[in-house]
């Protein structure tokens, strides 16, 4: 056989490959587009959404319509829509080559749900994001309240920290060290339901066990907190056994190197 003619026969063999391909790709994205499937990654306190939630919430905004195509999946979308979700930490989405498609979700971890001054509620997550609520699941973490001026739409404690203007009258800050010292450490995570702010700028913690006020004072740096913690803890387990823990009313760790006591007034 002629050279010409075996090349002539392989292009043609190629074209013919290639308008297969195109054809066979067509069809494909012409079909009917499949449920997703879900998958939402949290820790218990974390569950704030479901996968039936995203699915719903993906309909609400038009991102999903009956009758869809393949070819009319827009991955880039559905992955800035669920982003913009504030409990959302992570997300991926991804087609696979037989049309399925997956929503992978990572939720945000809470560590403290906080009452501010203006009526608003919200969450303060690991990262020191504030983190919305959410109308069907309530997480099992530290509450705040008090003389919280902080906001909803408040900036991160990452860009309070980095900004001298903003770390001299927030205490999203403060808050965020005292919670995740609290969220790690396995005895205070156990003893510690409440913290706090009262007018003065104190912290005040309340204990889930006895009816202590523990005042905390101030919370500046992780330093500081970790030697206050580490105060009490030391007072918990040396003096707690012996004295009860129903002995004392206020136990004050705003002073350098010691803990000071006052005891429950008995006479009454």
Known sequence: MKKWLKITLWSLFLIGMVVLAIFIKKAM????????????????????????EILERLKDARLIVEGQRRDELNIE????????????KEVEVFQSIDGSWTVDITMRKP?????????????????????????NHTARVLVVTG????????VSVSEI?????????????????ISTYVCNDPLFHSLIGQIHLEKSGDFVLIPLVGDQKIIFGSAFSEQE??????KLEIFYKEAMPFEGWQTYEVINLKFDGQ???KKKNTNE
């Open 77 to 88: 979308e559905i992955e800035k829509f669920i982003r913009g979700i504030s409990q959302v």
């Open 147 to 154: 003389d919280v001026r902080d906001r909803l739409n408040s």
């Open 29 to 52: 994205d012409e079909q009917l587009l499949p449920a997703p499937e879900i998958s939402v990654h949290a820790e218990a306190e974390a569950a704030f959404l479901t996968s039936a």
């Open 259 to 261: 803990v000071v006591c």
């Open 161 to 177: 920290i980095n900004n001298d203007s903003l770390i001299s009258i927030r205490k999203l800050d403060d808050i965020y060290r």
């Open 225 to 230: 907190v970790k030697d206050k913690f580490k």
């Open 111 to 135: 560590i403290a749900r906080i009452f501010n001054n203006f009526e608003e509620t919200f969450y303060l997550d690991s990262e020191g994001n504030v983190v919305q609520i959410s109308p």
